[in-house]
């Protein structure tokens, strides 16, 4: 059973993968991001590249898909993803296998320089293109999320998701990760 503090972070989630406010993630919303982030890097959308970052967060949206659309109509619904989520979490072994999963996928979508290291230029890029944040609050989002500055390895990113859907200390760094709650 999900407390409501984590209730009230899968719901904030929610509204971060539906870009367009309409209540349903979509595909739609998966190209909406995959194009606000391909813009920020620069990518000629006729550019092989363009095509492979958008194939990469498409492989996002249809993961998801699989994982959460329970009555298959193309559509995840916030009661869909939350029900998901909830027996996701309930089984460790599952949760870590699809942390590892999207960790590895964020790096290969936003770690550019392929240093192992997204930067804090970087993770904002990927936040604002989210929604997560806007220019006013992206530095506290930083702060909070990499205190110690620098960049976020794999391993702290892993650690940010884990405490972003376990933790239930509101002042933990993962709690950020979806910008302010």
């Excluded at 993961?63 to 993803?81: F, H, K, L, N, Q």
């Excluded at 892993?158 to 709650?181: I, K, Q, V």
């Amino acid at each position: 059973m999900l407390s409501e503090f984590r209730r009230r972070k899968l719901t904030r989630f929610f509204a971060v993968v539906d870009t367009d406010g309409d209540g349903v993630f979509t595909a739609a919303d998966t190209e909406l991001v995959a194009e606000r982030l391909a813009q920020l890097r620069g990518l000629d959308p006729a550019s092989p590249e363009h095509a492979s970052f958008r194939a990469g967060f498409m492989y996002y949206w249809e993961d998801v898909r699989r994982a959460c659309d329970s009555d298959i109509d193309g559509r995840v619904t916030r009661s869909e993803w939350i029900a998901y989520h909830e027996a996701m979490l309930a089984e460790p072994a599952r949760f870590e296998a699809t942390a590892q999963n999207s960790a590895g996928l964020m790096f290969a979508l936003v770690d550019a320089d392929e240093y192992g290291v997204i930067s804090p230029e970087e993770y904002g890029a990927w936040m604002r293109a989210w929604g997560m944040t806007d220019d006013e609050s992206s530095a506290e989002v930083l702060r909070r999320i990499n205190p110690g500055g620098g960049g976020l390895t794999r391993e702290a990113v892993l650690e940010r998701t884990r405490e972003f859907f376990y933790s239930e200390d509101p002042d933990a760094p993962g709690n950020w990760a979806m910008g302010p709650l």
